[in-house]
């Protein structure tokens, strides 16, 4: 069993910063793409950076300048810090990730979701 596990979050003041973690977990054989996606009520699930196993870092354009992705291969973790926070960016923020575990199965996993709370 696989599964990605969160942590960080919580209610942030505007301006401020904050961390957010994503673990995967269980029998994996390897990791591809680690990202992070946020949600609102009422609307779609919307990327907001990814970290490809190349390297390759993607981010929408709302997170550029202000948050950053980076990921520890060795720990099957991947980060999210974000900076300069606006009450916009409050949402349920998901991890997600592409791996193959130890059976050389494919999954396409998310993570439980962590709530960001940005207060003007």
């Known amino acids: 069993q696989v599964q990605l596990v969160e942590s960080g979050g919580g209610l942030v003041q505007a301006g401020g910063s904050v961390r957010l973690s994503c673990t995967a977990s269980?029998?994996?054989?390897?990791?591809?793409?680690m990202g992070w996606y946020r949600q609102t009520p009422g609307k779609e699930r919307e990327m907001v950076a990814v970290?490809?196993?190349?390297?390759?870092?993607n981010y929408a354009d709302s997170a550029k300048g202000r948050f950053t992705i980076s990921r520890d291969d060795a720990e099957n973790t991947v980060y999210l810090h974000m900076n300069s926070l606006k009450s916009e960016d409050t949402a349920t923020y998901y991890c997600h990730a592409d791996l193959v575990d130890a059976s050389y199965r494919y999954f396409d996993v998310w993570g439980q979701g962590t709530l960001v709370t940005v207060s003007s």
């Open positions: 269980g029998d994996i054989y390897t990791v591809y793409d």
């Open positions: 970290h490809t196993s190349m390297g390759t870092l």
